[in-house]
């Protein structure tokens, strides 16, 4: 659990091998759906299918990525559901937001493994990729031509133009809120090396998950010491 | 035949900047008079023909529309319709010849995402410029009329280009020219309207009261017309709709989605930058280390 550093001598393992990749996989698809979505999303960016290998590439490639970013998605929810099942101290978070954002958070109570901010994070990202995997699929033809094979539904073209409509407000808040989770990796310190290394120093652990480290502590005082 | 020229650029699909608009020059119409098509569809034969394509050979499943849908090679389809007319008792056989209406408000130039995929030239022809396309399907979610169709071939989209090539050159386009009764007619704007007002003006005569054009107002007009005898109930002819508009679902896909999102995603990323000019990184302090190293005792 814990190991020697330089400046922290507590270092406390906070995500596996494994699940870091599986963030990456996430976060790497996620941004070049982001940027092939937005290709087409507005004229002025429509250059950005350059980086895909032209428009025919962008759009055949988008919606594979997309199927990319679902799965690996999946992994990542049901890895960190438990830890993201809402409690009471949510409420009180989310209450006292100001003091988060100023930084005070002597003010907060006790926090879990999440914050009521990453399980925000957490569950509307899970909502979107849905509401985007599904009017994606709306939206492509190999992907409907699939769906009539296997559950003979063809959507109308009043359900299609929805779909059009909806995938792009998902996307349009999925972008929102993947900027607020960057912007709290870089502003909240010391949190990138919970994603790249797997470790934190157990200083970040106390002043921001501070309920887990103690568990984390009570965990490591197993019987056998 | 005049020349239709010069084929000057009105409006391009995604094209933030459009051309400032040229003179409009003399705008050109198809005009269809459905009282007297014979259903011979030598329009659809004469548009395989002139456009190079080829239909495969389907089945018949005992109706006279043939192929049974618009497909990336057939642009243009005799759609067949028997109706009884409950005033009068009779069985009438009502022909639409379907295909791109060359609204004047394209749907499927909105809805397109790639610059250039889509033009409507100053004569008013919408036509798709394949080398542009990427193959979306934007243009069907766009168009009110449910014309154009994307080939599994070359993942392109295609529909009736009104002949843009050969009114270029001052021909007709080829299915006006094959029709046997002169049901289809080419020209200026204002020589279509006066021959479909002498159209009407017969049909009225001959008891059908209800004649009419259809040049649907709500995409603001269109450069393919139709002679209706029931232009009172459009949709009688195999579902030509009765108030064609862009769909309000494109509108808003189209318009506000694209400036609201642009804003909101603005926006928080400037939220970000005013955030950590005010408050300042958020750093772990010296006694949290400390502290988190009572916790851990000597355990750590
Ligand atoms: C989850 C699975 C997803 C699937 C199956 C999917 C599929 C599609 C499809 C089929 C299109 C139409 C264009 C094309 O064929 O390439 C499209 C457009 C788009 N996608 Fe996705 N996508 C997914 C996820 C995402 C994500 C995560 C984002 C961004 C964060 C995104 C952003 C966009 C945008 C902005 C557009 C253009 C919308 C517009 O033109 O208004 N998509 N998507
Ligand atoms: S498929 Fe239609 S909307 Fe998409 S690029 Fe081609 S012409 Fe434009
Ligand atoms: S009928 Fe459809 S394809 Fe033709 S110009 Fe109008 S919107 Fe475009």
């Known amino acids: 659990m814990t190991t020697h550093d330089t400046d922290a ?3 406390v393992r906070r995500y596996s091998g494994l699940a870091r990749i599986n963030h990456w996989v996430v976060a790497i698809s996620f941004v070049l759906l982001m940027l092939s979505g937005a290709a087409l ?7 950005l299918t350059a980086l895909f290998g032209g428009g025919q590439m962008t759009r055949w490639l988008h919606p594979w990525i997309g199927v990319a970013l679902s799965v690996s998605f999946l992994g990542l929810f049901l890895r960190f559901f438990w830890a993201n099942l809402p409690e ?3 409420f009180v978070w989310v209450a006292r937001i100001r003091h988060v954002l100023s930084g005070h958070e002597e003010y907060l109570p006790e926090i879990g493994k999440y ?3 990453q399980k925000f994070v957490f569950w509307s990202q899970f909502v979107l990729v849905s509401v985007m995997l599904v009017t994606g699929i709306g939206l492509w033809d190999q992907g409907l031509a ?14 299609r133009r929805w779909a059009a409509l909806l995938h792009a407000c998902a996307a349009i808040v999925a972008v929102t809120i993947l900027i607020i989770h960057v912007y709290a990796a870089i502003w909240v310190r010391g949190t990138m090396s919970a994603m790249l290394s797997g470790v934190v120093s157990g200083g970040w652990a106390w002043r921001h998950h501070r309920k887990w480290l103690r568990k984390e502590v009570g965990r490591r005082i197993s019987p056998a010491e | 035949m005049a020349t239709f020229q010069p084929f000057d650029v009105i409006r391009k699909s995604a094209s933030v900047t459009s051309t400032p608009e040229p003179n409009r020059a003399t705008e050109v119409v198809k005009l269809i008079d459905t009282s007297k098509c014979i259903g011979c569809k030598a329009c659809q034969s004469a548009c395989l023909e002139w456009n190079d394509m080829r239909e495969t050979v389907g089945t018949n499943v005992g109706v006279y529309d043939n192929p049974h849908d618009l497909t990336p090679n057939m642009f243009t389809l005799m759609r067949f319709t028997e109706w009884e007319n409950p005033k009068s008792g009779n069985l009438e056989w009502l022909i639409r010849k379907d295909g791109c209406m060359h609204c004047e408000d394209p749907g499927c130039l909105k809805a397109c995402p790639a610059p250039g995929a889509i033009v409507q030239y100053a004569n008013g022809i919408v036509d798709f410029i394949h080398e542009n396309c990427i193959g979306c399907g934007y243009c069907v979610k766009g168009c009110p009329f449910n014309i154009p169709r994307i080939s599994q071939v070359d993942n392109k989209a295609y529909k009736c280009t009104l002949c843009s090539d050969r009114v270029a050159v001052g021909q007709q386009p080829a299915c006006a020219k094959a029709c046997p009764t002169h049901c289809i007619s080419f020209g200026t704007k204002a020589e279509m309207v006066a021959l479909s007002d002498k159209r009407i003006t017969d049909l009225k005569s ?3 009261d209800k004649a009419g054009l259809y040049n649907p107002p709500g995409v603001s007009g269109t450069h393919v017309m139709y002679v209706l005898h029931h232009a009172d109930q459009p949709s009688l002819y195999a579902g030509l709709p009765d108030n064609p508009r862009i769909s309000p679902i494109v509108e808003m896909w189209k318009g506000v ?3 609201a999102g642009m804003a909101i995603v603005g926006l928080s990323a400037i939220a970000g930058v005013v955030h950590y000019m005010l408050a300042g990184p958020n750093r772990v302090s010296k006694e949290d280390e400390e502290n988190a190293e009572k916790l851990a005792g000597g355990k750590s």
């Not at chain 1, 699939?146 to 359900?159: C, L, M, R, S």
């Open chain 2, 257 to 259: 989605s694209k400036y």
């Open chain 1, 41 to 47: 999303f507005y004229p002025t960016f429509f250059g």
């Open chain 1, 115 to 117: 914050n009521a901010g």
């Open chain 1, 9 to 11: 001598r507590v270092r």
């Open chain 2, 206 to 208: 001959r008891g059908f």
């Open chain 1, 146 to 159: 699939f769906i009539d094979q296997t559950f003979g539904f063809v959507p109308t073209i009043d359900q």
């Open chain 1, 88 to 90: 009471f101290t949510d």
